[in-house]
């Protein structure tokens, strides 16, 4: 599965962003496509995460105010965040990855959340 993100970018703090993921390849054996950030110095950790069937589950630290989805087109598969109420503490390189077999990453997106 190839995986292209977009959507990130620099924000005060309080503002939102939305971003996306499209999955191209082997998207009929997607299992799960999820969102994780490392910020610098830290290790990659999980954000969000949603199954085939639409079961989400977030990080403690996001939830009620990044949520989750996704949606099929055109022979892809989207996965979007939209992130409301941003902290400085946001602030990372955010990736998407798919599940099927294997685990595949995409090359990650800067968010950068100014106080």
């Known amino acids: 599965v190839q995986l292209v993100e977009s959507g990130g970018g620099l924000v005060q703090a309080g503002g939102s962003l939305k971003l996306s993921c499209a999955a191209s390849g082997s998207i009929f054996s997607i299992r799960s496509m999820g969102w994780y950030r490392q910020a610098p110095g830290e290790q990659r950790e999980l954000v969000a995460v949603i199954t085939s069937g639409g079961s989400t589950n977030y990080a403690d630290s996001v939830k009620g105010r990044f949520t989750i989805s996704r949606d099929n087109a055109h022979n892809l598969v989207y996965v979007y965040l939209q992130m409301n109420s941003l902290k400085p503490e946001d602030t990372a390189v955010y990736y998407c990855?798919?599940?099927?077999?294997?685990?595949?990453w995409g090359q990650g997106t800067q968010v950068t959340v100014s106080s």
């Open positions: 990855n798919a599940r099927t077999s294997r685990i595949d």
